[in-house]
T-cell receptor, first 117, second 113 residues
Framework: DADVTQTPRNRITKTGKRIMLECSQT?????MYWYRQDPGLGLRLIYY???????NKGEISDGYSVSRQAQAKFSLSLESAIPNQTALYFC????????????????FGPGTRLTVL | SQQGEEDPQALSIQEGENATMNCSYK?????LQWYRQNSGRGLVHLIL?????REKHSGRLRVTLDTSKKSSSLLITASRAADTASYFC?????????????FGQGTILTVHP
């Protein structure tokens, strides 16, 4: 079974609808992240959470909200979807290694392709 | 502004050739990482190099880091068709933002059989 799962994998919705994307992980990591990917723009950080009680805005948080329900679950919501939120969304996790250890790689889910019409 | 910028944006080579991708960044870092993405899939971590390291190897991968020039390069030797993917650098600023990565725009590598 995959360590980081995302649901749904594909979603088509209409402008103004509320959408929730879910992420679950079995890696036991404290840290979780939400990114969006647009062609030619790489990945941009939406929100991140370093533990259950710690949630922070990323580079492009406007129009999005998140919920960290448990260590293993981190959900992303679009309160009122708009067409320019059409993108590929990724969840990722990482462990809390000591800062000098150099072992803070992130593990990515398979992505959710969201289309807003 | 983009922290990690990659060059070239696209690279097309023949199987067996070496592929070199470059990444430049603007602010100081704790470490720099390279990731690979097969079309439309999640990113996979390849290698991490710390700010006090100059070169690192992993299999056919060689990464260099020049903090004075704020640049890094990823070399894939003896490329294979299966190496066809997008490659991203990601910088970690360290400090209170340790672990918060900023990704570049990526290099699309195509390896022709």
């Amino acid at each position: 079974d995959a360590d980081v799962t995302q649901t749904p994998r594909n979603r088509i919705t209409k402008t103004g609808k509320r959408i929730m994307l879910e992420c679950s992980q079995t890696k036991g990591h404290d840290r979780m992240y939400w990114y969006r990917q647009d062609p030619g723009l790489g990945l941009r950080l939406i929100y991140y959470s370093f533990d259950v009680k710690d949630i922070n805005k990323g580079e492009i948080s406007d129009g999005y909200s998140v919920s960290r329900q448990a260590q293993a679950k981190f959900s992303l919501s679009l309160e009122s979807a708009i067409p320019n939120q059409t993108a590929l969304y990724f969840c990722a996790t990482s462990d809390l290694w000591e800062r000098g250890s150099g072992r803070n790689e992130q593990f990515f889910g398979p992505g959710t392709r969201l289309t807003v019409l | 502004s983009q922290q990690g910028e990659e060059d070239p944006q696209a690279l097309s080579i023949q199987e067996g050739e070496n592929a070199t991708m470059n990444c430049s960044y603007k602010t100081s870092i704790n470490n720099l990482q390279w990731y690979r993405q097969n079309s439309g899939r999640g990113l996979v971590h390849l290698i991490l190099i710390r700010s006090n390291e100059r070169e690192k190897h992993s299999g056919r991968l060689r990464v260099t880091l020049d903090t004075s020039k704020k640049s890094s390069s990823l070399l894939i030797t003896a490329s294979r068709a299966a190496d066809t993917a997008s490659y991203f650098c990601a910088t970690d600023p360290g400090g209170t933002s340790y672990g918060k990565l900023t990704f570049g725009q990526g290099t699309i590598l195509t390896v022709h059989p």
